[in-house]
């Protein structure tokens, strides 16, 4: 039986983690800077949910989703955070309990696209959203977070895009003037964008293709249709990102994957490390009506949500320093108890202690600690116990000391804050 992963979707390694829990904390950090709190919502939700959100006649919905019957329920695995978090948004009215909610979340999404570099069947998005926040300065605020953590992380190649698809009737309006100038010149368009045109036209314009990007480059702008109202929100945004000196482009074709967007639209463009065409690290935007196309009162959305794998391949791999470790080598059956008492001891100090229970030949053994990327190691000899000693060898330096028992864990302390390895004076948990 060749048992393996599932096509498309990953393990994360523990050699690889590291950058994860790096990506996240800082992701936490900044959200909860910028006054936004914490949902988890469900990984399974009604499929209805995100038929009605996302839109019927979108990728996502038309061929991506991983869906299923269960009990009589047609479930899916989410595709995005959004409809999840908008349901939970109005299941438990909290446009009852407060004027404005700011919610993040981190987790895994699935999408059963063809994979490739930095697309992924199961893929990790960092989001967030505000309800009951018309905008445009909270649209402005949220793009700035977005650009703080991207540079707090280092990568500053970015891109910004923003568009405006106007409030409802403006999308529908210009679907039909895409129509009306697309329709003549079907024949001239990629196999895909003839699709296309009679399910979701506006995808047209999100086409690669060099043949449609030929013809979508005099395709009738949607800017052009804003009512007042969306001009001044528009107008609103782009002087807010001037004040904040937050660079962008204003990408008219700019549509995106998701039919629940209205007005503010933005995505974020990489170009650096090894990210390749999936170079959208992160997109969002508006959802003004979803609250109460779910059954909530009018309560205006906005969000984003950002792709964790292409962002890990944007930022530049750095070597992950090895924490304060030490290793603990027992020679015997008396060193092994003392290792883990020891061990707890320096645990109880906040010092990582990886004790290792095989007892070998100590060459082999001392192998296995620089292997480890610790530090020092111990070693705990059975007839050195009983002298009330333990060695403990440098690793880097390729030194070595006896040390009374009960100074070991003082010891290794000392040697750890002078290598600027712990803060001063280490301290008990
Ligand atoms: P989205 O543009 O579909 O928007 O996805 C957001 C980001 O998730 C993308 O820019 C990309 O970085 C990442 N991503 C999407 N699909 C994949 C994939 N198959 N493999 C790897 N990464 C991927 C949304 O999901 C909306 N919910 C964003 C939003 C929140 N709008 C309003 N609020």
């Known amino acids: 039986m060749n048992l393996r992963a599932v096509k498309g979707m990953n393990d994360i390694l523990p050699q690889e983690v590291q950058r994860w829990q790096q990506v996240e904390a800082a992701f936490r950090r900044l ?44 479930l899916t695995i989410r595709p995005e955070g959004t409809a999840g978090a908008a349901r939970a948004y109005v299941e438990h009215k909290f446009f009852n309990l407060e004027a404005i909610s700011r919610w993040y979340y981190i987790g895994p999404m699935f999408r059963g696209e063809r994979p490739a570099r930095g697309r992924h069947r199961q893929f990790h998005q960092a989001g967030a959203e505000i309800y009951g926040d018309p905008g445009p300065v909270c649209d402005a605020d949220l793009i700035a977070m977005l650009i703080d953590f991207y540079q707090e992380l280092g ?21 039909d003037a895409l129509l009306a100038y697309l ?22 314009l999100d086409s690669k293709a060099a043949e449609d990007r030929n013809i979508c480059g005099n395709a009738p702008k949607i800017l052009d249709l804003l009512d007042d109202e969306d001009r001044r929100h528009f107008d609103g945004l782009q002087n807010n990102l001037d ?45 003004d009506n ?44 008396q060193g092994q108890a003392e290792a883990l008492v020891l061990a707890r001891e320096l645990r109880q100090r906040n010092i990582r202690t990886i004790v290792d229970g095989r007892t070998q030949k100590l060459k082999t053994m001392l192998h296995r600690a620089d292997a480890s990327g610790a530090q020092l190691c111990a070693i705990l000899g059975d007839g050195e116990l009983e002298r009330g000693v333990v060695q403990i060898k440098d690793l880097k330096e390729r030194k070595q000391a006896e040390v009374p028992r009960d100074q070991v864990v003082s010891e290794i302390e000392k040697t750890f804050v002078e290598a600027g390895l712990l803060p001063l004076g280490g301290g008990p948990r």
């Not at 399974?44 to 329920?73: C, P, W």
């Not at 329709?183 to 047209?204: G, Y």
């Not at 909530?296 to 794998?309: C, D, N, T």
């Open 31 to 74: 959200a909860e800077l910028y006054g936004f709190s914490e949902i988890r919502t469900p990984i399974v939700e009604q499929t209805s949910l995100f038929v009605r959100s996302i839109g019927e006649a979108t990728d996502v919905v038309e061929k991506e989703m991983y869906s299923f019957q269960r009990h009589d329920n047609e």
């Open 243 to 287: 004040k904040l000196n937050i660079k962008y482009t204003v990408e008219p074709r700019l549509v995106r994957g998701l039919d629940y967007y209205t007005r503010t639209l933005f995505e974020i463009q990489g170009s650096g490390g090894e990210l390749g065409a999936q170079n959208a690290l992160c997109g969002g935007g508006r959802y």
């Open 290 to 333: 979803m609250v109460k196309e779910l059954g909530g009162p009018a309560v205006p959305a906005i969000g984003f949500a950002l792709g964790i794998e292409r962002l890990l391949l944007a930022m530049a791999a750095k070597e992950q320093p090895v924490p304060a470790t030490v290793y603990l080598a027992p020679l015997g059956e």
């Open 155 to 175: 990568i500053a190649d970015l891109h910004v895009l923003i568009n405006s698809l106007g409030s409802k009737g403006t999308r529908e309006r210009y679907r």
């Open 183 to 204: 329709t003549p010149l079907k024949d001239r368009l990629s196999e895909d964008s003839q699709r296309r045109l009679s399910t979701n036209p506006l995808r047209v």
